[in-house]
């Protein structure tokens, strides 16, 4: 059951991304079992419309620190629980959002 927000708290908006990851999933989940071996970072990019895996290191070197930050410490955390990590790029309304998901 949805936790019940104050009348005080706005809703938070909705997530745009989220309908991408749940249109693309099957996609990137078969570009991820295709190099499940070395537990790839995904990417799937909005404007191109396609997915991509990546080693984690060399994923990981193209970030901003922050970026860097948070995927250290998530990355393993999805690999030790069965999930991957996907990023979702939009060029456009320059967004770049990451999910950990699930690996099934």
Do not use: V
């Given at each position: 059951m949805p936790a019940k927000r104050s009348k005080r708290q706005p809703e938070s908006p909705p997530d745009p991304y989220w309908r991408v990851v749940q249109e693309q999933y099957y996609n990137v989940l078969a570009l991820y079992k295709q190099f499940a071996r070395e537990r790839p970072v995904?990417?799937?990019?909005?404007?191109?419309?396609?997915?991509?895996?990546?080693p984690y290191?060399?994923?990981?070197?193209?970030?901003?620190e922050r970026t860097q930050a948070f995927l250290a410490k998530e990355y393993p955390a999805a690999c030790r629980d069965g999930?991957?990590?996907l990023f979702i790029r939009d060029n456009t309304r320059r967004k770049f959002v990451s999910y950990t998901l699930p690996i099934e």
């Open positions: 995904m990417l799937f990019d909005i404007q191109e419309q396609r997915g991509y895996a990546y290191r060399e994923f990981a070197a193209t970030l901003s999930k991957m990590i």
